[in-house]
């Protein structure tokens, strides 16, 4: 594509809700110049013309929780113990690779091994290697008591995402820290699972008093801190602290929901990793406890979510890409299709939560998620009516063109990597043995 272009007969999304119609965009330099419905207007002189003959053109997606860094651990312990920081950085490019071609033009990486996300963000941006755009945090910030790997957590310092703090001192240092290093977010784990836990949700692992040092730290400096929140009590406590994103929320109370209204708030459920687990559990091999909590954590929340969305809650789409569950690139619509199966959200309004929304986790609402002159050119060209079936984006072969920043991306697919690098998957030394009877 030249750098001005028109993407003709078009059925067009714009990402505010509205109904598909049929126009013509016009893109100059990297940005969307004018969104035309007369044919007479559509300029022909020395301009190139890319006739879709009624495909779809929407905004590129926006996942808005992604782990690019941890490439598909099937434990925490390949995760925290069976990673190497500048492998991670250059497998990072690989996989940063499949998301773009999967429609996705955008994500934010929630929390990263070692400084992997800010650096590779860096090289997205200088041209190095081909990516979406990033947002990212750095390691989230937990207490011994915090993350979701129980006992793996160790009682200072850091592994895998994650850093200790264990005093108010350390909590301003380690924020100051990241934001010296560039990230975009600040993220903390407000609560983790514990061992022998007996009650829905996780554990708040943070005081009201930690959570609002936190945020008054990140904000005096200009950053936004967002929050891993499974329970009532925590969501209400890092409202009032003065968080800007919630992800998860579950468990979410009428009180909760009341302060994410005052405080427009957007919240990113990230069920996908869930709704993965249900359905493949037996492929899988996944335990069935996990299945079952994850089964009721869905149908628990139901009802208040769908009441914090007409309330006018900003919901946002985000896959957990990153894990064996999520694999990269194949999954990140499958949110929209969580949010209009459980949700009853129609597909419009899912897709505006992949789109619109999520540009609030980019922080560039104003540039980012919709069809609109003056926004960036990040456009998906589908075979198909996604307003009507959302599951089409999952599909490879109906997507006829990514393009970001005004520039087409090559959809040719990767090499398949031959093998794993040693040592980086969990490793055993013997299978079980089976003792037999003697006869």
């Known amino acids: 594509m030249d750098a001005e272009f028109v993407l003709k007969n078009a059925s067009i999304i714009e990402g505010t809700g509205i109904a598909p119609y049929k126009g013509h965009i016009h893109v100059v330099g990297g940005e969307i110049k004018a969104v035309i419905k007369e044919d007479s207007k559509v300029p022909k002189e020395k301009i190139e013309i890319i006739d879709l003959k009624g495909q779809t053109v929407m905004p590129g997606l926006i996942d808005a929780h992604c782990h690019i860094s941890f ?16 492998l991670a950085s250059i497998i990072a490019g690989t996989n940063a690779l499949k998301v773009l071609q999967s429609g996705v033009t955008s994500f934010f990486d929630a929390d990263s ?49 994650g850093a200790v703090v264990t005093s108010r001192d350390e909590i301003v240092l380690e924020i100051r820290r990241q934001i010296k290093m560039g990230v975009d977010w600040i993220k903390i784990h407000v609560t983790g699972m514990v061992p022998r836990q007996e009650y829905e949700g996780e554990l708040q692992a943070w005081s009201r008093d ?27 406590d890092a409202m009032i602290a003065g968080m ?44 069935k406890d996990y299945k079952t909590i994850f089964e009721k954590e869905i149908e628990d929340n139901i009802e208040i979510f769908r009441k914090a969305f007409d309330a006018g809650v ?18 990140h619509y499958k949110e929209l299709e969580v949010f209009v199966d459980k949700l009853k959200m ?8 992949a789109t619109k929304n999520a540009a609030m986790a980019m922080r560039k609402e104003d540039t980012l998620g919709l069809i609109s002159p003056g926004y960036k ?37 990767a090499p398949e990597r031959i093998k794993d690098p040693a040592g980086w998957r969990i490793s055993s030394y013997s299978g079980k043995i089976l003792k037999k009877n003697k006869t």
Not at 71 to 86: I, M, T
Not at 212 to 226: M, N, R, S, Y
């Open 377 to 413: 050119a990040d456009l998906l060209v589908i075979d198909g009516d996604p307003s009507k079936d959302v599951s089409i984006l999952g599909n490879k072969e109906l997507i006829k063109y990514v393009i970001l920043d005004g520039k087409e991306v090559d959809l040719t697919p």
């Open 71 to 86: 490439d598909e651990p099937v434990s925490n312990d390949e995760l925290f113990f069976h990673r190497r920081e500048g």
């Open 314 to 331: 900003p919901f946002i789409c985000g896959s957990e890409s990153g894990f064996s569950v999520t694999p990269y690139g194949d999954w």
């Open 113 to 161: 091994l070692y400084s992997v996300g800010v650096d590779l963000r860096d090289a997205i941006e200088s041209g190095i290697i081909p990516g979406p755009r990033m947002a990212v945090g750095g390691n989230a910030l937990i207490t011994s008591a915090g993350g979701t790997a129980g006992r793996l957590i160790p009682d200072e310092g850091k592994r895998g995402y």
């Open 210 to 236: 930690e959570l609002k040092l936190a945020c008054d730290t990140a904000h005096e400096l200009g950053i936004p801190v967002v929050g891993h929140c499974r329970g009532g009590p925590s969501l209400k």
């Open 346 to 353: 129609t597909p419009l309004e899912a897709i505006t939560c």
């Open 244 to 287: 800007d994103m919630i992800l998860h929320g579950t468990y979410m109370d009428e009180e909760g929901l009341e302060l994410m209204l005052e405080k427009n708030v957007p919240l990113v459920p990230t069920f996908t990793f869930q709704a993965n687990l249900i359905d493949y559990a037996e492929e899988m091999n996944a335990s």
